[in-house]
């Protein structure tokens, strides 16, 4: 039964290369999801997953469907956002996660605008929802490049990085590693969204980034684990989606999403750390030490 249920992976070429863009997203944006909730700034990942949008259509409309075009469009349209949220969190009294809002719902709408201009209805569900079963080799090499260029990179930042979300005062005070090491950040945030978005489109492929790191904070402590443990939740949650796409015969993107989702809920319901199980476990101890007269 095991064999029957795996047996696409073996067969069939097109569930291989699928299931190597998912582990090489699963590598190279979970860990950024799990500093990106450590900094309360999970729905900017979500946000800047749009933000890309109008860059890929640019380059869609004026190279067709070209993946150096679209790739570059989307970064440079990435990088332009999250330069221009910081320069108005900065001079003006708009937090970051609103002007991120706001260059969502624009970046989003232009994109959107850009690809009625030239393509179809088929060409915008291509971008919005991604193609993950028709990979083919230069998406799947681009793909591994940025998860191996981010976790090198995050290794490099991963210092002042972790000390500026808990203690940004005194990073300050050591000079400007704070801000580069919040750039380099975002950058590589972009990049990984411009990964995903060839496989998941630019409307999921935030799944990759915020559901494992969410899922992964109810089973361990600690920024590592916690990043260790995002990677194994994303990969699993590919595999099962990948599976439920081919047996079912659902869209693949979606079905990934929500695999992704559903450990995100388990973990929610039943982890061992801070979950509603372990809360009302702990609510119970409390009870019974009251009756008992045992201090807590």
Known sequence: M???????????????RALAGCLALSAGAAPLGTILLLRRMSLVGDAMSHAILPGAALGYLIFG?????????????????????????????????????????ISLALGVL?????????????VLFGSVLALDDP????????????????????????????????LR?????????????????????VGGFHSLGTLMSVAFVVLPAAAARFWVRGVGPQMA??????????VIGLLVSFHVGIA?????????????????????????????????KHIVRLKTGVSP
Not at 10 to 16: D, L, P
Not at 143 to 170: H, N, W
């Open 2 to 16: 095991i064999g029957e249920i795996w047996s696409p992976f073996a067969e069939y070429g097109f569930m291989r």
């Open 65 to 105: 469907l070209s993946l150096p075009a679209m790739s570059i469009g989307g970064l440079l349209a990435g990088l332009l956002v999250a330069l221009l949220s910081g320069v108005v969190t900065r001079h003006t009294a708009l937090r970051e996660d609103a002007s991120f809002a706001g260059f969502y719902l």
């Open 114 to 126: 850009l690809i009625s201009l030239r393509g179809s209805n088929v060409d915008l569900l291509h």
């Open 139 to 170: 998406t799947l090499l681009l793909t591994a490049s940025i998860a191996t260029v981010s976790l090198l990179a995050l290794a490099l930042i991963y210092r002042p990085l972790i000390v500026e979300c808990f203690d940004p005062g005194f």
């Open 173 to 193: 005070m050591q000079g400007r590693q704070g801000e580069l090491a919040h750039a380099v950040f975002m950058a590589l945030l972009v990049l990984n969204l």
């Open 229 to 238: 443990m995002a990677v194994v939740v994303a990969v699993l949650g590919s």
């Open 252 to 284: 693949a993107s979606a079905a990934i999403t929500l695999s992704l989702g559903s450990l995100y809920a388990l973990s929610l319901s039943v982890g061992p750390l801070g979950s509603v199980l372990a809360h009302r476990r702990q609510a119970a």
